[in-house]
């Protein structure tokens, strides 16, 4: 492990000396550029006549092809073997073979407000039904008039069945849409092999002498639990804010002109972090790729009929106000009907939709200090939350991409977004310009308790789940404190959202599997807090387009407004 551990740090300082050259030759003029442009174009040209010409073997296959070029793991000689070689078991769960029927009581008629059942058999290639859970499904029940959806509960059984329920918020046809997003081999190697291992997430340090009178110097950066080689390293202690585990970068050799103190900011190196996955995965690729992933059910009842008046209430009347503790609902999240997002959890409001609402809002909002912290998925929910109440966002000259400040006179009302460090973005972020999501919790001792904090830390997919723990329950323990000292602080936990993938390395990494296990670990950990978790997983999976790290503006906006119905319920909250 330490050999392969120095192989992988000689890997990563190549790369980094790669990205720093890359950013010299951006730094030419104009006319030197264009000459070295047109001589790598001319090296290149030349590369391929000779390629072209010269005997090599025939790749018969996109699927060759991208195993091929895939970071040289794969010699283009050896492609049969290894393709007999990472085949498919013929155990494995098939959505070819797997079917779904009705539940009991359902059938192709349903009521509105009425719920479907479904129930899903596994079957593997033969046809042969499985006899283990363990197998990760999606369900959604879509309409195009009214254009309505909403997604399904799947519950296992752990005998290779499983029950879906559906609840039936519209009238109209509907289609069903059963889909093996992962068989249960990738799921258990998931939570088993890659959750668990480290340095799975890789940055370039810049170093840089605060008088600006040196040039930068950049080494490679990991994140460490149980790091024991301290030579040529510099480690950064973080014990409030991520526990034990380290930042560890390659010290400077040069050591008369930069320090380990001289560590300005930090940006992901996407190529080793994609070689880090490529390594990871090396004999399991067939689990993210082709038949294994996101695969339509196509056997079993495809539409359904569901009956009922246009105006009936659908919506339990008797939701509880939107407030921290909530269990979730017994069949579905909610539904969408018209780019509106109808909870099944709490009472949810459109808070722009009307002069009532917007006034509400305006009374709950004026005079608070709003943050948006965490990740950078947090920006786009606090450019929406500012449209929700009728007020413009416009990027300024000052602004920063990890960090934005508005003041609204009329209000008098502050937001802040508020990026955390160790982000995995290919932008600098200077260690200057960011807090951790505690630090920022701790400092807000105003004796007025005047906070809406809004906390987005689940896309950190690339820490190992013991650090990404220990970080989430240092995190609680930072909201603990904020409310015992300011009890009437509204503290909002966005859940994760399913993200498709373009590649096996980043659905390896950032797959649905891991954020679905990073959403059961954050609501077992701030179940008992003062901290309301905002589950948005259903809402993004309902909604009809791909799932992408940005969630399309209606979702965000139907997000904030979930948000809003949690800190603005002018009912009071209750002891949980």
């Not at 509105?112 to 999606?138: N, P």
């Not at 200090?369 to 947090?378: I, K, P, R």
């Not at 987005?456 to 970080?471: G, I, M, Q, V």
């Not at 905002?534 to 387009?545: F, I, N, Q």
């Amino acid at each position: 492990m330490e050999q392969f551990r120095q192989f992988s740090w000689k890997g990563v300082t190549i790369l980094a000396k790669m990205d720093e050259e890359t950013e010299y030759l951006t730094s030419l003029p104009r006319r030197s550029r264009f000459v070295v442009i047109v001589l790598l174009s001319f090296c290149f040209i030349s590369f391929v006549f000779l390629y072209a010409s010269s005997s090599k073997p025939t790749v018969n296959s996109i699927d060759d092809l991208k195993k091929a070029w895939n970071m040289g793991q794969y010699n283009v000689h050896r492609l049969a073997d290894q393709e007999n070689k990472h085949k498919s078991p013929s155990d494995i769960t098939h959505a070819q073979s797997s079917t779904y029927r009705f539940g009991p009581s359902s059938g192709l008629v349903v009521s509105k407000g009425a719920t479907l059942r479904l129930v899903i058999e596994a079957r593997d290639r033969a046809g042969k039904q499985t006899k283990r859970g363990g197998d990760m499904w999606y369900a959604t029940l879509n309409s195009l008039k009214p254009k309505a959806s909403t997604a399904g509960k799947v519950s296992d059984n752990d005998d290779g069945t499983y029950d879906v329920t559906f609840y039936a918020g519209w009238e109209g046809v509907a289609r069903i849409d059963i889909i093996l997003v992962h068989p249960k081999e990738a799921c258990s190697f998931v939570e088993k092999k890659v959750w668990p291992t480290e340095d799975r997430v890789v940055w370039v340090g810049t170093f840089r002498v605060k008088d600006q009178s040196k040039e930068d110097h950049t080494e490679t950066c990991v994140l460490r639990r149980n790091e024991t080689n301290w030579a040529k390293k510099c480690e950064y202690w973080y014990p409030s804010e991520i526990g034990g585990t380290m930042l560890i970068c390659g010290k400077p050799e040069d050591e008369e002109r930069w320090t380990c103190d001289d560590l300005y900011a930090l940006k992901s190196l996407d190529a080793r972090i994609a070689l880090a996955a490529s390594e990871l995965i090396e004999g399991k690729e067939y689990l993210f790729e082709g038949e294994n992933v996101m695969q339509i059910v196509d056997e079993g009842p495809k539409h359904i009929q569901i009956e009922g008046a246009t105006d009936q209430q659908v919506v339990p009347a008797l939701l509880p106000p939107c407030q921290p503790g909530l269990q979730a609902p017994g069949n579905s999240e909610g539904y969408w009907l018209n780019d509106q997002w109808h909870s099944l959890r709490c009472q949810n409001f459109q808070w722009g939709v009307n002069d009532s609402k917007a006034q509400e809002a305006s009374r709950c909002l004026r005079g608070k200090e709003v943050y948006f912290l965490g990740d950078t998925t947090a920006r786009q929910w606090f450019e929406a939350f500012q449209e929700s109440i009728g007020l413009k966002f416009f990027l300024r000259n000052d602004d920063a991409h990890y960090r934005f400040l508005r003041h609204h006179p009329s209000l008098n009302l502050s937001v802040l977004y508020q990026a955390r460090p160790l982000l995995t973005t290919s932008s600098k972020v200077p260690f200057e310009e960011v807090q951790f999501e505690v630090d920022v919790l701790d400092s807000l001792k105003n004796p007025k308790c005047n906070y809406i904090i809004f906390l987005s830390l689940w896309s950190d997919t690339n820490w190992d789940r013991p650090s990404f723990t220990k970080r989430l329950n240092l995190t609680k323990e930072a909201i603990e404190r904020l409310t015992v000292r300011c009890p009437e602080a509204r503290v909002v936990v966005r859940s994760p959202h399913p993200v498709a993938h373009g590649t096996f390395e980043t659905s390896a990494y950032a797959d649905n599997i891991l954020l679905f296990g990073i959403k059961d670990l954050m609501t077992e950990t701030f179940r008992n807090t003062q901290a309301s978790f905002l589950d948005v997983w259903d809402m993004s999976l309902a909604y009809p387009s791909p799932n992408k790290r940005d969630m399309p503006h209606e979702v965000t906006q139907q997000g904030v407004n979930l948000f809003m119905s949690y800190v603005c319920q002018s009912s009071t909250r209750s002891d949980t």
